[in-house]
């Protein structure tokens, strides 16, 4: 539906928000929903005893396979979320099918989903900031320095709207799919 067209990608190299290194000062800022994207920002969470409301992952980490122990906390650890759906969503694009179960977890009204994404999830950050309410934190991963920390507004859900509305593809489709 949506794919990242090489001029924007220096557009998503800065921070949307505070990168932290430590899960429980993250956490002590946290809005709700909690939304992660990300399996060392979901095992993190876990870790620190706060289950995201809404999680997204694709088994990797900077491009590799993550560690068995981390994927049996997240994925195989039945205990963490009460929905579990899978999706394709190719590298570097949002598909019909990642905005859908982005949108129907958020709408649950205990929403404990995890989205298995077999592809690549990182994109995802975009329209969960787009979709989720003002006072939510989505939470991703910045390689190599932690997790990044953003409390969803007006300026954050615009700037990512923004971004998402400059990346080739059908924009009509997607913000109705969104719904905004």
Avoid: C
């Avoid at 077999?118 to 900031?129: F, N, Q, V």
């Amino acid at each position: 539906m949506l794919s990242l067209p090489e001029s924007l990608r220096s557009a998503l190299k800065e921070p949307f928000g505070p990168v932290r290194t430590d899960a429980d000062s993250l956490l002590a800022e946290a809005g709700d929903p909690l939304i992660a994207v990300g399996d060392i920002v979901t095992y993190h969470l876990l870790e620190a005893g706060r289950p995201p409301d809404v999680s997204l992952i694709d088994e990797r980490t900077e491009r590799s396979a993550v560690d068995a122990g981390i994927r049996e906390r997240i994925v195989e650890d039945e205990g963490w979320f009460e929905y579990r759906v899978q999706v394709d969503n190719p590298a570097g694009t949002v598909t019909a099918a990642l905005l859908g179960a982005l949108v129907e977890a958020l709408d649950r009204d205990e929403p404990s989903t995890i989205v298995v994404v077999d592809g690549e999830e990182d994109l995802a950050t975009l329209p969960a900031m787009v979709v989720a309410p003002p006072g939510a934190s989505v939470v991703y991963g910045q390689p190599g320095e932690g997790m990044v920390h953003v409390a969803v507004d007006t300026e954050t859900s615009e700037r990512a709207r923004s971004i998402l509305s400059r990346m080739d593809g059908d924009h009509a489709r997607a913000w109705k799919l969104l719904g905004v």
